[in-house]
């Protein structure tokens, strides 16, 4: 099946654009839109597996519409593509339930990879900003915060092999290099963190890593 994909940025040309590119090479363009309120509308409508979004936008910022599609719909993958590299723009994107975070300096090739990956769920980020993404994760953690449901004791148990995903998911590692580390298939890591996200009450990879590292599985 082809992965449907819907295309922000409130750029006419650049947005035709992109979506053009992603069309020619496979994927199916479901929507498009311009401003904010109009991506929130449409993603509900268009249901994506992908949405390719700017931050820069009319209406409602970009990080609000991650924030609300994402709240409607946890399964989807948002890849931000931005101008800005700035620190704290990534890591708002992050925080709001980005998959990815990919400048829009990047080649046709680099974008179309990084929306093939976020749509089976790896963290996709331009070069350099993958270690300011993990690092916040740890100072995250490290945040004094409301005590966890998982550490009640009626818990939800983890399988062993859930557990060796879920840690080498806090070490930053993508899906598909723990795949290799484990001689298993990507979908079966897939699979694995889809169950531990339902067994822990989670909702996204963010959320999954913090987790990981509040509890040290890290450092393991």
């Not at 599609?69 to 700035?86: K, T, Y």
């Not at 980005?98 to 929306?115: I, P």
Request: hydrophobic share 40%.
């Amino acid at each position: 099946m082809s992965i449907k994909v819907m295309v922000v940025d409130d750029h006419p040309m650049w947005r035709d654009a992109v979506a053009r590119d992603l069309a020619e090479s496979g994927f199916d363009v479901v929507a498009t839109a311009g401003d904010g309120e109009q991506a929130v509308r449409r993603a509900k409508a268009a249901v994506p597996d992908v949405l390719v979004l700017d931050l820069n936008l009319p209406a409602k910022p970009g990080v609000q519409v991650c924030k609300e599609v994402v709240a409607a719909n946890p399964a989807l993958r948002v890849l931000v593509l931005s101008a800005s590299g700035e620190h704290a723009d990534v890591l708002e994107a992050v925080k709001s339930g980005a998959t990815g975070y990919l400048l829009k300096s990047a080649s046709t090739e680099e974008l179309l990879d990084a929306v093939r990956r976020t749509a089976v769920g790896d963290p996709v980020f331009t070069p350099g900003l993958a270690g300011l993404v993990l690092g916040e994760y740890r100072r995250l953690a490290s945040d004094p915060g409301p005590a966890s449901g998982p550490d009640e004791p009626d818990a939800p148990r983890l399988t062993d092999r859930e557990t060796e995903v879920l840690r080498l998911v806090a070490k930053g590692l993508s899906y598909k290099q723990i795949a290799e580390r484990l001689v298993i298939s990507h979908r079966t890591v897939q699979n694995h963190v889809q169950n531990t996200l339902g067994k822990l009450q989670l909702h996204n990879r963010v959320e999954l890593v913090r987790y990981a590292i509040e509890r040290g599985l890290d450092d393991e």
